[in-house]
């Protein structure tokens, strides 16, 4: 999924079916005020969802069918109505989450960060299901992951003000019916871009800073000069990409070490 406007040629899907070796274009809308925002996938069920930013303040969101062979508009006729200039960061194109048949969206931009999660299976109905979180144009929530299909966590910031956070980070432990910030938060506060689960730690990360957190043990640790936009985890190792080309990985192992006493 390419992030940018469509009338400058920046809204595109793309498949890889040898790892990223060749792409075909999938889907390519040439019209304007369309702007991707995030992507989410089924593995088992081989469907996915693409959202882009509003028009004329409602969301944008497509199905993607037949691993890909077939891309189509799904109508949120009863959708909450949006704030002015609210919409989704694609920042780490990790707005949304699907999971238990549900799609869960998060919000920014406009004054206040919300968590938008659909009630029904051809998720035409939808509920706002969090306490209104203030924010601003530059601020709101930025990444949404799952520990499992209960427990949910919420974390952004303001892109403007990197080195400092009145978000917090937000928990779920009802699969986003409810929501409240986490009784642990971050020794430092910052703007953070995205979060992953990676068994046995949560992860967040920003141009400002990283931090893994031990739900067991209650603690953080930071992870040193590690700035990024966005990471992921695959095989046993963190893969953070960063502002001009950085590109960096922690071995889960290495990570593991951290944790343990000093002596």
Same mark, same amino acid.
């Given at each position: 999924?390419? #992030?940018?406007?469509?009338?400058?040629?920046?809204?595109?899907?793309y498949?890889?079916?040898?790892?990223g070796?060749t792409?075909e274009?999938?889907?390519?809308?040439?019209?304007?005020n369309?702007?991707?925002d995030?992507?989410?996938?089924?593995?088992?069920?081989?469907?996915g969802f693409?959202?882009s930013d509003?028009?004329? =303040?409602?969301? /944008?969101?497509?199905? +993607?069918?037949?691993?890909?062979?077939? +891309?189509?508009?799904?109508?949120? *006729?009863h959708?909450?109505?949006?704030?002015?200039?609210? !919409?989704?960061?694609a920042?780490?194109g990790?707005?949304i989450? &699907?999971l238990?048949?549900t799609?869960q $969206? $998060?919000s920014?931009g406009?004054n206040? %960060?919300?968590i938008f999660?659909?009630i029904n299976?051809?998720?035409?109905? &939808?509920?706002? *299901?969090?306490n209104? $979180?203030? %924010?601003?144009? @530059?601020?709101?929530?930025f990444?949404?992951? !799952?520990k499992n299909k209960t427990h949910?966590? /919420?974390a952004?910031?303001?892109?403007?003000?990197i080195?400092s956070?009145?978000i917090?980070?937000m928990?779920?432990n009802d #699969?986003?019916?409810?929501w409240s910030p986490i009784e642990?938060?971050?020794?430092?506060?910052?703007?953070i871009?995205?979060?992953?689960?990676s068994?046995p730690?949560w992860?967040?990360?920003?141009?400002?800073g @990283?931090h893994a957190f031990?739900?067991m043990?209650?603690k953080? /640790?930071?992870?040193g000069e590690s700035?990024?936009?966005?990471?992921?985890?695959?095989q =046993?190792?963190?893969?953070? /990409?960063? #502002?001009?080309? =950085?590109?960096g990985?922690l071995?889960k192992?290495d990570?593991?070490?951290l944790?343990l006493?000093?002596k």
């Open positions: 999924m390419s #992030a940018g406007p469509s009338e400058k040629g920046a809204a595109k899907l498949k890889t079916k040898d790892g070796q792409w274009l999938l889907f390519d809308i040439k019209e304007p369309y702007f991707f995030a992507i989410a996938w089924d593995y088992k069920k081989r469907i693409l959202l509003p028009i004329d =303040q409602k969301f /944008v969101l497509y199905k +993607i069918l037949n691993n890909g062979a077939k +891309i189509e508009p799904i109508n949120l *006729t959708f909450p109505t949006l704030l002015p200039r609210e !919409a989704a960061f920042a780490s990790s707005s989450l &699907w238990n048949n799609l $969206i $998060i920014g406009g206040k %960060a919300r999660k659909s299976t051809d998720l035409t109905n &939808w509920e706002i *299901t969090n209104e $979180i203030p %924010a601003d144009t @530059s601020s709101g929530f990444s949404i992951a !799952a949910f966590w /919420v952004g910031g303001n892109y403007l003000k080195d956070s009145e917090p980070i928990e779920s #699969a986003g019916k409810n642990n938060p971050l020794p430092k506060n910052y703007y871009e995205k979060v992953i689960w068994n730690y992860i967040v990360t920003g141009p400002a @990283s031990h739900p043990i209650k953080w /640790v930071n992870l700035h990024f936009h966005n990471i992921i985890e695959p =046993q190792k963190i893969i953070g /990409v960063g #502002a001009k080309g =950085q590109i990985y071995l192992k990570l593991d070490k944790f006493p000093k």
